[in-house]
Structure formats: C-alpha cells, structure tokens
C-alpha cells in the first residue's frame, strides 16, 4: 500500500522559515515526479513547486519563487520542501503529491496525480 507522508508544518512567525518532509511509502520516490500543493478553505487547491522525474528539474509557482526550495534527500526516499520569508499569505494545508510521468514547466501543477498525502498544516502569524 503506497502512502506520502507530510511532516515539518507548523507555526512560524512572518519572515520564519520552515521545512516540508514527504516521505514516501511502498513508493520509491525517486522514480516519481513530486509536487507540492496548498489550500485554503473554500479554495482550489494551488500548486506551490514540483521536482521532475529523471531530471530533478525544480518548478515553482510565481509567489514562491526566491523563497522556497524544492529537492530530494539523499537517500531519494524524501522530497524537501524548504521555506523561507514567509508572510501571513502562505498560511495553508500543504499537500504532497506524486506521478510517475515526466513533467514540463506548463504541466507540473496539472493533475491528476498519481498518490496524495494527506496534508499538513502551515501557519504563519505573529
């Protein structure tokens, strides 16, 4: 049975810094293309970054780009997500997600996805 499993959230204060874990179970990531995705409530859910099958190619959403970094532990069991500068905006439920497809700088935050995680949550406020 193939699980993702999310970890690092939490609460931070605006400008703080934080790290997203997806772990993966049953799965062995490294052979994935993993993305990261967000919603608020009564919202879409927004894909945030993506890192590539075969060629770890590092894709971002415009609001994150210079602030976050997306890659694989060195084991390339995990997906990191790291975090910096964060304002009261990125407050979310982040969600991982996997497919065992290529991905493109125009097809990275379309789903479907292969397997889901089942979110953590992020706050960020003072």
């Known amino acids: 049975q193939v699980q993702l499993v999310e970890s690092g959230g939490g609460l931070v204060q605006p400008g703080g810094s934080l790290r997203l874990s997806c772990t993966g179970f049953?799965?062995?990531?490294?052979?994935?293309?993993v993305a990261w995705f967000r919603q608020a409530p009564g919202k879409e859910r927004e894909g945030v970054s993506c890192?590539?099958?075969?060629?770890?190619?590092?894709y971002y959403t415009d609001s994150v780009k210079g602030r976050f970094t997306i890659a694989r532990g060195a084991a390339k069991k995990t997906v990191y997500l790291q975090m910096n500068n964060l304002p009261p905006d990125d407050t979310d439920v982040y969600f991982c997600?996997?497919?065992?497809?290529?991905?493109?700088?125009?097809?990275?935050?379309?789903?479907?996805?292969?397997?889901w995680g089942q979110g953590i949550q992020v706050t960020v406020s003072s």
């Open positions: 890192i590539g099958r075969n060629t770890d190619a590092a």
């Open positions: 049953g799965v062995v990531l490294e052979y994935y293309s």
């Open positions: 997600a996997a497919k065992k497809t290529m991905v493109s700088s125009g097809s990275w935050s379309q789903r479907p996805y292969d397997y």
